[in-house]
């Protein structure tokens, strides 16, 4: 099973970044998918989630109407389209995949950095 994140950089502020996650070794269409991330010092928090089928998204406040979640069941890819980038927004970027059937698996990518400065 591998999560493989890319897409992460240095951004200036008001910027924008466009995250990709490539998931094989299990079937990606039946995960639900979420983009976390973790700041220096911070917890880690669940940034935007999507369901199977790519028909329901949910996103942390911080990032409503600047940040949009899609993914491409037939290239395995779930995607993080990052607008009006804020220093705040500076942190690790992990991509999760969170089955349904039991038992339950958890997979987690290894982390794209996103620092967004001037």
């Known amino acids: 099973v591998q999560l493989v994140e890319s897409g992460g950089g240095l951004v200036q502020p008001g910027g924008s970044l466009r995250l990709s996650c490539a998931a094989s070794g299990f079937t990606f269409s039946v995960y639900d998918m979420r983009w976390y991330r973790q700041a220096p010092g911070k917890e880690r928090e669940v940034v935007a989630s999507?369901?199977?089928?790519?028909?329901?998204?949910h996103y942390a406040d911080s990032v409503k109407g600047r940040f949009t979640i899609s993914r491409d069941n037939a290239l395995n890819t779930v995607y993080l389209q990052m607008n009006s980038l804020k220093p705040e927004d500076t942190a690790v970027y992990y991509c999760n995949a969170l089955g349904r059937s039991i038992p339950i698996h958890n997979y987690w990518g290894q982390g794209t950095q996103v620092t967004v400065s001037s």
């Open positions: 999507i369901i199977t089928a790519g028909g329901i998204t």
